[in-house]
């Protein structure tokens, strides 16, 4: 049995926060603005695992009103939702990230990404694909205000 799951995620980019993506800290000037770490990339992620299962969204499990998860690394989360779906007997067959911003140029850090995710999702990484893309500058994500992530995870259970 298989099952396929779709995550969307966006947060604000501003000042005086790190940037952390699919996992990463990436140097940068302004950083993603959230109750936990504001892993955009992750969090599409958890929203695919969960949507596959259909067990709800991020924000039910992980709601921004509980101070438990202020400040929360994100891959905590991810392991968490990994938990969940592992509990229902579904275990990850690929996941396939799409992260969506101007800057700076996220290729350099997809391998660090990749290393970070897979063994969360107890898969090897070559099931975990990560492309990034700009938004030709237009709209929010092109004036650099806010960056986005689409993911799509499939399940499988014997
Ligand atoms: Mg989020």
């Known amino acids: 049995m298989i099952r ?12 005086g926060r790190d940037l952390w993506l699919g996992g990463v800290l990436i140097p940068h000037t302004v950083g993603a603005l959230g109750h936990s770490d504001a892993d955009v990339l992750l969090h599409a992620l958890c929203d695919a695992l969960l949507g596959a299962a259909a067990l709800g969204d991020i924000g039910q499990h992980f709601p ?11 891959k905590r989360l991810l392991e968490a939702v990994v938990g969940m779906v592992t509990e229902k007997g579904w275990s990850v067959g ?33 099931a975990v694909s ?19 992530a689409h993911a799509v995870a499939l399940l499988q259970k014997a």
């Open 94 to 126: 690929n996941v396939d990230l799409t992260l969506i911003l101007e800057r700076p140029k996220i290729m350099p850090y997809v391998p660090a990404m990749r290393a970070a995710i897979a063994p969360l999702l107890r898969v090897g990484e070559d």
């Open 64 to 74: 921004d009103t509980d101070a438990k998860w202020k400040g929360a690394d994100s």
């Open 130 to 148: 990560i492309k990034a893309t700009t938004n030709e500058k237009m709209g929010f994500v092109g004036r650099e205000e806010g960056v986005s």
């Open 4 to 15: 396929v799951g779709f995550g969307f995620d966006v947060h604000r980019l501003v000042p």
